[in-house]
């Protein structure tokens, strides 16, 4: 496989020049244009099974002097990322604050339909994910001088479903002027469509969103007994799957309530229960003292053959406590992968002309 080192300098080179000459034909001005919503549609938080790798800390580049070339510029900034992230294993990575919540996992991001005269229609929900039999309550708003009337509904619909063939639910108005109401989750697992329907100024307007329901994959049952190896602190997760199959864990480790590492593991599970392995390498942990928890766990079972969807499962919200030890053995000793480091100086080469 002597081709891949060029092949991928090529593919670099190729990228930086695009990117370069993209750059050089966005105009000034922009090209604002209004749009009218006619519905809102919410789309789930990124989870860590298809969110890209958390980057680490990077190096600045510092900005060209002029004349310099825009392809040496971007080739130096693709270098830096490779020198940075070839320092972490791919299983235990440095994350910041912002990223720890990206990777929460279940959230749902309510959004807001805007309506005539600065009215606004909000839905929101407690999560994204619903595992099936689980109630989902619903909770919407309706803001601004217009009329609203009597009935405000809700209801889910599968992709492929002809609207309004199921049942809804009226949410009921509370004190405080916002309408909940619950609906079943008992249905199949996959991607719905939440419509709320309200009649604003004589009209029907929809609210249109989604969520999805998951099957029960298994049960959590803590941590157990860590150990140094490696220059790893290994963290064993209980897991005792309903069912045999690839499953994916992840989780953030805090160190005195503050994130320090995104750690994942993959594992094949027999149907019993089982310990998944997450490891925290060195270069995240060494030096560090203190309480440690795991948070935002997730699980996902991956799909047994092509076409078939991956299914999702998390952890108790408040994580789990870690009682570790021999943390001073561990070293900020870099998990340095050669390729890598090779492909960042052939490209730090070419940036500086040498």
């Known amino acids: ?15 930086a020049a695009g990117i370069g000459f993209a750059l050089s034909q966005v105009p000034d001005d922009g090209d604002p244009r209004a749009l009218a919503a006619v519905t809102a549609q919410a789309k789930a938080t990124p989870q860590a099974q298809t969110v890209p790798r958390p980057a680490p800390a990077q190096r600045s580049t510092p900005k060209p002097p002029a004349g310099d070339s825009p392809i040496r510029f971007m080739l130096a900034q693709v270098a830096d990322q490779y020198e940075a992230a070839s320092r972490y294993p791919a299983y235990s990575v440095p994350i910041s604050p912002d990223q720890a919540k990206a990777y929460a996992g279940n959230q749902y991001q309510a959004v807001t339909l805007p309506l005539a005269d600065d009215g606004r229609f909000t839905v929101n929900l407690e999560k994204y994910r619903f595992t ?91 941590v157990g007994t860590t150990r140094i190896e490696n220059n790893n602190l290994v963290i064993p997760v ?28 993959e594992q094949r599970l027999d149907g019993s229960k089982a310990d998944i392995e997450l490891r925290a390498h060195g270069s995240v942990m060494a030096g560090r003292r203190g309480t440690l928890q795991l948070k935002g766990l997730q699980i996902r079972r991956l799909p047994a053959r092509p076409g078939d969807r991956t299914d999702y499962a998390f952890g108790p919200e408040d994580g789990f406590d870690v009682d570790a030890s021999g943390l001073d053995r561990l070293e900020d000793i870099p998990a340095r992968d050669p390729e890598s480091e090779q492909r960042a100086a052939i490209l730090r080469k070419m940036a500086t002309g040498a």
Do not use: K
Request: proline letters at 5%; hydrophobic letters at 35%; charged letters at 20%.
């Open 1 to 15: 496989m002597h081709w891949r080192g060029p092949l991928f300098i090529l593919a670099c080179v190729g990228t």
């Open 238 to 265: 209980e897991f005792e799957p309903d069912e045999a199959g690839f499953y994916a864990l992840s989780a953030n480790l805090y160190v005195n309530g503050q994130p320090v590492a995104h750690l994942s593991h």
């Open 132 to 222: 099936r039999g689980e109630t989902i309550l619903v909770v919407a708003s309706l803001e601004g001088p217009m009329v609203v009337g009597q009935r405000v509904e809700a209801r889910l619909e599968a992709t492929g479903e002809q609207s309004g063939t199921q049942t809804g639910t009226t949410l009921t108005r509370t004190p405080e002027g916002i309408y909940q109401g619950e609906l079943d989750s008992d249905r199949e697992p996959g991607e719905y469509r939440l419509i709320v329907s309200a009649r604003v100024d004589g009209q029907t307007v929809r609210h249109v969103s989604t969520l999805s329901i998951e099957p029960h994959l298994g049960d959590f049952g803590g």
